[in-house]
């Protein structure tokens, strides 16, 4: 319960010590609000529409690799601190888990699913 | 015990009643950390200008204090004064959380690195788990800054982040793997006294790996494509200014901290002074009394390198930085691991225990 | 003892609102960051209940893995607030939510009148550990475990499959 308290007020602290500050600065921060002043930056010139436009899927396919192979990891940890009381059961399972999942990343990586485009 | 913490209890044992002592044991380690990590970063800034400017053959900030050590704390002043402007088309709300959320996690890591022997925030058994989900955070900080801002040059570096921190994160905790095997448990402390042999000695893959994504992670130089200012301006944090952007630069020097600290915790024996078992009653005595002394000179090593690092290579490019984490990171990450857990359950040589 | 059971109104408490949040907000990307409150809190619920694994699971895999790729696929499709269709039929829409939610109604109300309190055993200090999960993960539970590798690797395909068709 301690552990969790100490570990409660750093999150109370991480969130403080910013807000503070922000108010702070916000008080003596002079604010001369002109138009052009809160305009978007596009390298001076006005900006041309809004930046919220669709984007490109690469970076999705990216993302959708990423879900899969997190959750592989997430598998590893456990078997990790376990490692010492399973003995070589263990190892074998892991590798036969590995070497499936190896099969789909070496088909992704011929089908070019990991190259950037 | 560390003899700072020797004084500390010393200290605690004459305050008379028991609920306001366990308060005060409750909150006072917490705040001594959390400022000495706020007061590292702003030498860490200046470390980093005068170490860089000696890089590129210049002086750097030498003009506050003895060798300039103060110039950080005037440009906190400094940037404290600035009008912190919120574009029209910004979504005011997130434009202001993102900071503080990018700033969280940085701080928040802090509560599991032990510092010095005996002197951590709290010894969760499941520190080092923890550390990886809580600095997942981030990204999702970096993503909302670079969204609000309604900039194309923010939202494109923010998108930059995320791709490179969720390519870079799985060799990242695959790196790891390899070193809980060899302590057996996911606390820092556990795996701090488990390095009888540093574990650089027994992972020096897993080692190499990590320090390579966590560069990433902390999109320093080469790893620094959402903020490259030669295509991006400055990034996701493009439209910010004033205290805000000093919010997310002190996070960034935090987590630079971080990245040297773990390398330290998980890869360099931690707080323990070199070779302390091997040197006798001399070696376990520095190790148990001034723990705090050799984390802090590790890390700063550590940081120093990555300065290093940032004088000397360029920029990555971006289908090189892609495939460079899932090509050749990823698999040697893999065999790491493959050859970690066989040597490891014969017991060969220095994986014996 | 009673700073666990204010934890978990609190966390409860915060889930619920956001998760109301989420279902309410027109705005995709608003929605999906209450979505990432209510990971949160729910992680947190978790920890109360000694399950520590599932805990970190909870904010490793969800709030950090799939809510990146949820504000991802959001920004993808980039759905402006003028797209969206006209929520219509909304009575038809809450009466058939309301029919298949009946069941797990009654469920949770069953297990109000069945489980009384003390009736909880007290669980052993290992329990919910990484350690004790990995232990029954990979003697018990090995053939599961081998399983769910032909699972991600079925998403793996999957992935590659639509990559392949969209770039």
């Not at chain 1, 001369?32 to 690469?58: D, L, M």
């Not at chain 2, 004084?7 to 006072?28: D, G, H, K, Q, W």
């Not at chain 3, 990307?29 to 949160?40: C, G, K, Q, W």
Request: proline residues 4%.
């Amino acid at each position: 319960m301690e552990s969790f308290g100490r570990i409660g007020f750093m999150l109370f602290l991480a969130f403080i010590v910013p807000t503070i500050a922000l108010v702070l600065s916000r008080f003596l921060q002079p604010r001369f609000v002109t138009a052009s002043k809160i305009q978007t930056y596009e390298c001076g010139i006005k900006p041309y529409g809004s930046a919220w436009v669709q984007f490109n899927i690469r970076y999705y396919i990216y993302a959708l690799i990423f879900v899969v192979f997190d959750i592989e990891t997430v598998f590893l940890y456990p078997w990790a601190v376990a490692f010492k009381g399973l003995g070589l059961f263990a190892v074998i399972e892991m590798f036969l888990f590995l070497t499936i999942l190896l099969v789909g990343f070496a088909y992704a990586w011929k089908k070019g699913a990991l190259d950037w485009h | 015990m560390e003899v700072l913490v020797q004084l500390y209890t010393a200290i605690l044992s004459l305050i008379p009643f028991e609920p306001v002592r366990n308060a005060i044991n409750m909150l006072v380690p917490t705040l001594a950390i959390a400022s000495m990590v706020l007061g590292i970063v702003f030498i860490l800034i200046w470390w980093e200008r005068r170490l860089i400017a000696f890089v590129q053959a210049r002086l750097g900030p030498n003009r506050l204090g003895p060798g300039g050590i103060f110039q950080s704390f005037a440009d906190a002043l400094k940037v404290m004064l600035k009008e912190d402007i919120v574009t029209a088309d910004a979504d005011v709300i997130l434009f202001t959380i993102a900071p503080i959320l990018v700033f969280v996690p940085g701080l928040l890591v802090y509560s599991l690195v032990p510092v010095g022997n005996g002197m951590i925030v709290s010894n969760v058994n499941v520190a080092i788990f923890l550390f990886l989900a809580i600095s997942s955070i981030t990204t999702l900080g970096i993503l909302m800054a670079g969204w609000s801002s309604n900039n194309k040059y923010s939202l494109m570096g923010g998108i930059r982040a995320v791709a490179q921190a969720i390519s870079y994160e799985i060799p990242l905790l695959l790196s790891i793997v390899g070193v809980i095997m060899l302590a057996g448990s996911l606390s820092m402390v556990d795996i701090v006294q488990s390095q009888n042999v540093w574990n650089i000695v027994r992972q020096p893959l897993g080692f190499i790996i990590f320090f390579i994504c966590s560069l990433s992670e902390v999109n320093r130089i080469p790893f620094d494509l959402p903020e490259a200012e030669s295509e991006l301006v400055s990034g996701y944090n493009t439209e910010y200014s004033g205290f805000k952007f000093a919010m997310f630069f002190l996070a960034e020097y935090i987590n630079t901290f971080t990245l040297g600290a773990l390398c330290t915790t998980l890869f360099f024996g931690g707080w323990r002074f070199p070779f302390d078992n091997l040197l006798g009653d001399i070696g376990l005595q520095l190790t148990a009394q001034l723990g705090i002394v050799w984390f802090i000179l590790k890390t700063m090593f550590f940081f120093s390198v990555v300065v290093w690092i940032r004088g000397t290579l360029p920029r990555v490019r971006t289908d090189q930085l892609m495939a460079f984490a899932w090509k050749y990171l990823l698999p040697a990450a893999l065999l790491n691991i493959f050859v970690t857990s066989i040597f490891a359950a014969i017991g060969f040589g220095v994986f014996s225990r | 003892m009673a700073a666990n059971t204010i934890f978990f109104m609190i966390f409860s408490l915060v889930a619920i609102i956001s998760g109301f949040v989420m279902i309410t907000r027109r705005h995709p990307l608003s929605a999906a960051l209450s979505l990432v409150v209510t990971f949160i809190s729910l992680a947190g619920l978790y920890g109360l209940l000694a399950a520590k694994l599932l805990f970190i699971i909870q904010i490793l895999v969800y709030a950090g893995a799939i809510m990146t790729l949820v504000i991802f696929s959001i920004m993808l499709l980039n759905v402006q607030e003028e797209d969206l269709p006209a929520e219509e039929r909304i009575i038809e829409r809450v009466s058939i939510t309301t029919l298949i939610l009946l069941p797990m109604i009654y469920i949770i109300g069953r297990s109000f009148t069945v489980i009384k309190d003390g009736q909880f055993p007290e669980v052993s200090q290992d329990f919910g550990t990484i350690h004790s999960v990995g232990m029954f993960l990979f003697t018990t539970y090995s053939f599961p475990f081998e399983v769910i590798s032909i699972l991600l690797l079925i998403s793996l395909l999957g992935v590659v499959v639509l990559a392949k068709r969209r770039i």
